[in-house]
T-cell receptor, first 115, second 112 residues
């Protein structure tokens, strides 16, 4: 069965430090991949997506992610974290055989930012 | 900015009550979804609709039901709420133009 794994439940970084959130997926074909962010009490907002083409994708708020087929990974990065980036981050993949809105999500990584 | 609205945002009710969570979008999207989110857990798809009069169950079994009588409206109903239904319910709609799922702010349900 398809799955998305986010190995880190909680990460704390200092403001201004770099960030990498890990995501691994299981899917035989080329996946459609997403990263979403959820602030407390809010819905999810799309940060970036990968459908095809360039494996390094740029998103909003200075985030980027790199698709690595050989590692079945789609890690999210940001060179310099801001306090406002504290939130929960979800990686997702489109469900095989489903429409593009039928997503399978990871359990999320909660990001805390130290001053 | 996506225009998708959920009401109520927070609801505390007793066991056995009937509840309806409302979801409306003004973007004219055909595809709409309900996801359930428990704390510290992944989101699970419980219902979806590809258009008016179309509804399907998602991969997570749910005792809730949905209807889609109008494009913009996709309510979720629990006929008899139980404590096991305590969760956050997120509504979303999909645009093929940008390949994006737009989420509402969620309805957090607590059943006592």
């Amino acid at each position: 069965a398809q799955s998305v794994t986010q190995p880190d439940i909680h990460i704390t970084v200092s403001e201004g430090a770099s960030l990498e959130l890990r995501c691994n997926y299981s899917y035989g074909a080329t996946p459609y991949l997403f990263w979403y962010v959820q602030s407390p009490g809010q819905g999810l907002q799309l940060l970036l997506k990968y459908f095809s083409g360039d494996t390094l994708v740029q998103g909003i708020k200075g985030f980027e992610a790199e698709f690595k087929r050989s590692q079945s990974s789609f890690n999210l990065r940001k060179p310099s974290v801001h306090w406002s980036d504290a939130a929960e981050y979800f990686c997702a993949v489109v469900q095989a055989g489903g429409s593009q809105g039928n997503l399978i999500f990871g359990k999320g990584t909660k990001l805390s930012v130290k001053p | 900015e996506a225009d998708i609205y959920q009401t109520p945002r927070y609801l505390v009710i007793g066991t056995g009550k009937k509840i309806t969570l409302e979801c409306s979008q003004t973007m004219g999207h055909d595809k709409m979804y309900w996801y359930q989110q428990d704390p510290g857990m992944e989101l699970h798809l419980i219902h979806y609709s590809y258009g008016v009069n179309s509804t399907e169950k998602g991969d997570l079994s749910s005792e809730s039901t949905v209807s889609r009588i109008r494009t913009e409206h996709f309510p979720l109903t629990l006929e008899s709420a139980r404590p096991s239904h305590t969760s956050q319910y997120l509504c979303a709609s999909w645009t093929g133009n940008t390949g994006e799922l737009f989420f509402g702010e969620g309805s957090r349900l607590t059943v006592l």
